[in-house]
């Protein structure tokens, strides 16, 4: 199963409409998440509509919260994303079975067997989670909750019994006209992304689009650059890793 999870404050400035980007990856079979790290306001309210309209698209769920909340929430809502993908995998296949009924029709015995099965394959089935991190100027005071809600939710990937995978992208870049950076490329080794906002640059933009489609570039390619790659590292890209030895 396949997911981004975007960690952002909204009011994206440059580029296309993360909402048709959002869109886009759900064709691809990637569900969109997305949290919202708000402050209160016109331009809070204005982010927290994109942010819902963003998730709608990608046919996942979002979340607007406080920094003291963010790392519980990042962790309910992978897990949540995977048990509705497999509960709407499980429903299609008990329609195809049942005709025009539906889970919720079976006999309590067998809908309880069928919740049992659900759990069971959401904590062993293999998950992708790529996270996209805005790191535009306005989330600079919110960057210090932002990584430690993803240490914690690399320890709740790590104690899921099935195959998890982890890759991080920040965006803008530090250069003019770069989208995205690449973090960390995809890895099952959790206990890599220590310090991983060293001396991160902030910038004002905020290409959350173009960011989106760069993601959906590297499921689809292992690349950002929309090229096939023949290697399969999964080794650190320079990003916010730069300068930073563990």
């Known amino acids: 199963m396949k997911q981004i999870l975007l960690i952002t404050d909204g009011c994206s400035n440059v580029g296309e409409s993360p909402v048709l980007a959002a869109a886009h990856a759900l064709q691809e079979g990637i569900v969109v998440n997305v949290v919202g790290v708000l402050d209160y306001g016109t331009i809070g309210e204005l982010g927290g509509f994109e942010i819902q309209e963003i998730a709608k698209s990608g046919g996942g769920i979002h979340r607007i919260v406080g920094t003291p909340q963010l790392a519980q929430t990042i962790q309910m809502m992978t897990r949540?994303?995977?048990?509705?993908?497999?509960?709407?995998?499980?429903?299609?296949?008990?329609?195809?079975?049942?005709?025009?009924?539906?889970?919720?029709?079976?006999?309590?015995e067998k809908r309880s067997q069928i919740v049992e099965v659900v759990d069971e394959l959401a904590e062993t089935s293999?998950?992708?989670?790529?996270?996209l991190i805005d790191a535009s100027a306005s989330m600079k005071p919110k960057l210090a909750a932002v990584e430690e809600a993803i240490r914690d939710l690399m320890l709740s990937l790590k104690a899921r019994a099935g195959s998890s995978q982890l890759s991080v992208f920040h965006f803008p870049g530090k250069h003019s006209g770069e989208e995205i950076v690449?973090?960390?490329?995809?890895?099952?080794?959790?206990?890599?992304?220590?310090?991983?906002?060293?001396?991160?640059?902030?910038?004002g933009a905020t290409p959350t689009g173009p960011a989106l489609m760069k993601v959906i570039e590297f499921y689809r390619y292992g690349t950002l650059d929309g090229k096939q790659s023949w290697h399969g590292s999964s080794s650190q890209e320079e990003g916010m890793f730069g300068d930073y030895v563990v």
Do not use: C, Y
């Open 126 to 131: 293999s998950l992708q989670v790529a996270l």
């Open 182 to 203: 690449m973090d960390i490329n995809w890895t099952s080794d959790l206990d890599d992304a220590r310090g991983m906002f060293h001396r991160l640059q902030m910038k």
């Open 80 to 108: 949540k994303t995977v048990v509705q993908s497999i509960q709407q995998a499980v429903n299609k296949e008990i329609q195809q079975i049942l005709g025009s009924g539906s889970l919720e029709e079976l006999p309590p």
